[in-house]
């Protein structure tokens, strides 16, 4: 062990460890959850302190020996060095202050050592007047946030993009799979399996189109503000120098925040962002529990659809087959909606000139969008790609559909159509059976309405068959 001090005293800090005594204080005040932060976050934490060791050395406030050495460390933890040594627990103290000085004394324990210095000495770098130079936690946190949830989107939108075309590509295959429509859960007209496929790809480009705009307002920067927002012992042209640095080391359109006390104050942005996340896992929900439903059986349910089978379903049920993928989609979206909630009640709860619940808003959104990356690329490669269409069991139940009915509106009125339905319904006929029985339509004109064969849109009317004049 070795011996730190800082404003409170002593302390006994590892002797291997490069972090210092105000992690070693954090390790001991927030035994949690056991959860780390964030790798990405870490990394847009470390980017921050790299680009105001430059920015700093260009303006001429920082000895360009301290701060070469400083970006120095950086580059290796971005290079995946030291990675264990960022270990204080996502639920600490409020804005932030722990992870951040977590940083600062590793870097700068880090930068001692190129220098020929000892770790725990802070000299010649100290972590807070070199490493935290024109810097707060209050504007460090806040960007660090945004930064690694840009990182993050990136991997979610990209999945999403693959699951998108792994719906699309099933629409096509199934585009001539003519199925009984359901409504209320009940028999309605009919669709193709393709186009309900279809509509799922209109579902998921449209969450993605939303979440892309929600991480295009992160990019938008308080960092500059220091303390309270109105850059306290930073360069008035720090914020410049540094958003633009940033914006060089990721090729993102980077900006300043015209309010550097707004950004610091408000945590709309990642509300914004976890409210688009819950729509996306509403709409997820959706979908997966339309695959469950419309695989159910195989003997007593719907069975239109088979899952790849991924793994056996029971340890009591010999061959049973469950729908697992879909089901693991079901909790990653009901998490997230959780997460959402938590987020939204840490925005409110931010006062005056800080929101000090920026570590759980982080670890919330952090957290839905990596499961949703990685819950999405399950239930893309494991799911829809080995979806197959029970293409019998899809038309003996259109065939039977009392919805069928509605389709012959134009041809024999509403109140004839329905008295057909009727009749099946009581008599377990189908609706074909019933129409050729009482002479209402040839068979050659039901054939061509009830086409199973794709060559009709399902939708719209078939041009080959006239509807009566009258509906009497």
Known sequence: ?????????????????????????????????????????????VLIKKAAAEANMTLGVLDPLLGKAIVWAADEVLAGRLQDQFVVDVFQ????????????????????????????????VH???HVNMAQSTNDVFPTAMRLAAIFLSQGLISTLESLKKSLDKKSQQFGRVIKSGRTHLQDAVPITLGQEFGAYVVTIDKATALIQGAVESLKELGIGGTAVG?????????????????????????R?????????????????????????ALELIRIANDLRLLSSGPRTGLAEIRLPAVQPGSSIMPGKVNPVIAEVLNMVAFQVVGNDFTIALAS???????????PVIIHNLLSSMEILKNGVRAFQERCIEGIEANEDRCKAYMEKSLGLATV???????????????????????????????????????????STTGETDIGSQEKGIRPPTTTS
């Open 1 to 45: 062990m070795r011996l730190e001090r800082d404003s409170l005293g002593e302390k006994e800090v590892p002797e291997e460890a490069y972090y210092g005594i105000q992690t070693a204080r954090a390790l001991e005040n927030f035994p949690i959850s056991g959860i780390n932060p964030h790798p990405l976050f870490v990394k847009a934490t």
């Open 93 to 124: 103290a409020g804005a932030g202050t722990s992870h951040n000085m977590n940083v600062n004394e590793v870097l700068a324990n880090r930068a001692n050592e190129l220098l020929g210095g000892k770790r725990g000495e802070y000299h010649p």
């Open 127 to 129: 972590p807070n007047d």
């Open 230 to 254: 109105t850059g306290l012992n930073a360069h008035p042209a720090y914020r410049d120098e540094v958003v633009q640095r940033l914006g060089q080391y990721t090729s993102w359109n980077l």
């Open 256 to 280: 300043s925040n015209p309010s550097l006390i707004e950004a610091m104050q408000s945590m709309a942005p990642f509300v914004y962002l976890s409210n688009n996340l819950k729509l996306l």
């Open 348 to 358: 409110q709860a931010g006062q005056l000139e800080l929101n000090v619940m920026m």
């Open 408 to 450: 012959l509106n134009p041809y024999i009125g509403y109140e004839r159509a329905a008295q057909v339905a009727k009749k099946a319904f009581a008599t377990a006929r189908s609706i074909r059976d019933i129409i050729l029985e009482e002479g209402l339509l040839t068979p050659e004109e039901l054939d061509k309405i009830f």
